[in-house]
């Protein structure tokens, strides 16, 4: 009944509403950054392509292992069934491409990891293919939607206000990176790639539209700066990665930021999706400025 394939990164056939996480452009940069493997798996029924997923494969002593890049959040299934059609429908048919897919995937990789999107919430197909489900956390913005910060939060805005920073949409990718080096050295972390190849990454991804930076300048210093990915028009933006320096960060300048973004991104996209809440004092921030907590799935074989 559905045919199941495997490609390396292309539009044909997902011509339209193209998720960001599926685009063949975000693919390809995720593979030359990580040196691993980007492909489709595309599932038809006869002549018509009802679902795709991306997949990052990575070969070792004669095996393949399906990873999940640190570029690449969400690695979820997208369905692309009609405008009007049943629900019931959908769901049952969505249960079974999960449920083959899983399948297919235990059948051609040795260990299998990878995010689904928070679209994604019905896993039962993979837990029967053999999945281990394991339910992770993000918060999300909806645009539409005041900001509600909590008390202490508003504290910290009303400090940072009071510092006459301003708000700014320029791409630095020099400037961010050396932030980026400063914030892993004070955290004592690695980013786990070369920076100059990341910093080819976020050059890439921008001049293809698919990566903003958004800034709170101090003069012509930045004290704290934001990379987003999303095409004007999207439905969702996805702050990815932000680095503040430790003066801005006893200002409040990240919570000012935050709010900035949700007040410049309303016009453009209905959700903003800050990639995270699954460490205490990342979880703690952004549950303090009123986000709302969503859940995704990470699988494992």
Known sequence: MYELSIRPPALDGLEGSLPLWINPVFLQSVSELQELEALQLLCHKGEQLVAAMPLYERKSMGMRRLIIPMSAYYQGLWFRWEANRDENRNLLDELKISGEIGKFLRGRYKRIHFNLGTHNYDVRGFDWAGFKARPLYTFVQQLSEPFHPLKDERKKLKTAQQEQLTFEEKFSPEEFVEMLKKLYNRKNKRLGVPYPRFLEWMKNLHEQGLLSQFNLMRDKEIVSANLMLGTSGDETAYSIMRCT?????????????????????????????????????????????????????????
Do not use: I, M, W
């Not at 410049?264 to 460490?279: I, Q, S, T, V």
């Open 245 to 301: 320096t430790a003066e801005g960060l006893k200002q409040g300048a990240s919570s000012l930021h935050s709010q900035l973004l949700v007040e410049r991104l309303g016009g453009r996209h209905e959700f903003l999706d800050f990639c995270g809440a699954n460490y205490p004092e990342v979880a703690r921030f952004k549950a303090a400025l009123g986000f709302r907590l969503k859940l995704f799935f990470q699988l494992e074989a």
